[in-house]
């Protein structure tokens, strides 16, 4: 099996690109993969690291506003088309998977006109502009979030699988990651925060605040937060300066290594609401507070976060909102009331979709034949 991925820009596009092709991988060893990005983009980190192929392209995002820089993307799109032609003909795919972001536009793009199947994912409950512009063009199209079929144009393409997870998100019980992190009869409840592995500053100060308010008046709460390495030397001061590095139950740390395992054993996590980390909530059936990112693209963390808070399977609060102790308040309430967490555990766990990574390999399986 040969198969040409594409999805850049951001790790919600490549993230779960890797992991169909690790899947693919998995069961056909033999596989050629290779992926299609630019140099700019983090694919250009991610794809190497992963062990694959990156071929490159140029192509930039078109800006929803006149400006000048569309002339320029008008002309990387069509001279990215023709790039794509070529490296689709000297690789000869069975098969081309497009995960979103502009870079996989020309990739999906230059397939369909070669006649070679193509498969889109589309992880965000909205589907994406690069989505939107290839579905009238692709074999199938795999969906995160229910809702994004009635969003399309040929809803009758798409399924949906899920989000492709690393299996570290499923191989642990609460039990044995909460007797790994030595929790277990020491904590009543273990908080996990973060907003993002680079940070967030508005996150960062009002879990700083909530530690001071709340969580250091109660020591048989365990509340980690990793500050995102951008902001960890400011939150750290702040977090000296204000005396929580005495207290043994709140922890500050750049950045959370052991994620799949401290996600397993935390009672609560309060975090941004890309794709990716809204599958993994799912996943463990954890109760959560989420702080969409008001600087993507559409919106698209707002509106992915809004689809649990209509099922009562998360508490959302826009950052914009974020006063008067507003987080404070959302995980007193979750931490005092173990019917209501109990009660957003069941509801999460309706949204996780068992062995998605499977579900998309035999779909791609059946495609090739």
């Not at 991988?25 to 993969?33: G, H, L, R, S, Y």
């Not at 980190?45 to 506003?65: F, W």
């Not at 044995?176 to 996990?192: C, D, H, S, V, W």
């Not at 365990?222 to 995102?228: A, E, M, S």
Request: hydrophobic fraction near 40%; proline fraction near 4%; aromatic fraction near 6%.
């Amino acid at each position: 099996m040969r198969v040409l991925m594409s999805g850049g820009g951001t790790g919600g596009h490549v993230n779960p690109a890797i992991a169909i092709a690790n899947i693919i991988k998995k069961n056909v060893p033999d596989a050629e993969i290779a992926f299609v990005g630019t140099k700019r983009g983090i694919e250009s980190k991610l794809v190497p690291h992963a062990g694959y192929k990156l071929y490159h392209i140029q192509i930039q995002g078109i800006r929803r506003s006149l400006s000048p820089s569309n002339i320029k993307t008008a002309f990387l799109a069509a001279k990215s088309f023709g790039d794509c032609k070529k490296i689709i003909k000297e690789f000869k795919p069975d098969v081309v998977v497009g995960t979103g972001g502009y870079a996989c536009w020309p990739v999906v793009r230059a397939a369909a006109s070669l006649k070679i199947p193509t498969v889109l994912h589309e992880s965000n409950a909205t589907p994406g502009f690069a989505i939107k512009m290839l579905e009238k063009k692709a074999t199938k199209i795999f969906v995160n979030f229910e809702e994004t079929i009635s969003q399309l144009k040929c809803p009758e393409k798409a399924v949906r699988v899920g989000n492709p997870l690393r299996g570290d998100f499923s191989a642990i019980s609460k039990e044995e990651a909460r007797r790994n992190q030595g929790i277990e009869g020491k904590y009543r409840t273990f908080i996990l925060s973060l907003g993002g592995s680079m940070g967030a500053e508005r996150i960062n100060l009002e879990v700083i605040e909530m530690m001071k308010e709340y969580t250091s008046k109660n020591p048989e709460i365990l509340h980690v937060h990793g500050t995102g390495a951008i902001e960890y030397e400011i939150a750290k001061k702040m977090f000296e300066d204000a005396g929580l590095d005495k207290y043994p139950n709140l922890k500050l740390v750049e950045y959370i290594y052991d994620m799949p395992e401290k996600m397993a054993a935390a009672d609560i996590v309060i975090n941004r609401a890309g794709a990716m980390t809204l599958s993994e909530i799912a996943m463990l059936g954890k109760a959560s507070v989420l702080i969409p990112s008001p600087n993507v693209t559409n919106n698209h963390q707002y509106k992915n976060a809004h689809v649990l808070e209509k099922a009562g399977a998360a508490v959302l609060i826009e950052e914009k909102d974020l006063e008067n102790g507003t987080l404070t308040n959302a995980v007193r309430e979750l931490c005092e009331n173990r019917e209501k967490r109990s009660e957003m555990e069941n509801k999460v766990s309706g949204f996780a979709v068992k062995d998605a990574s499977g579900k998309i390999y035999d779909y791609i399986k059946e495609i090739v034949k």
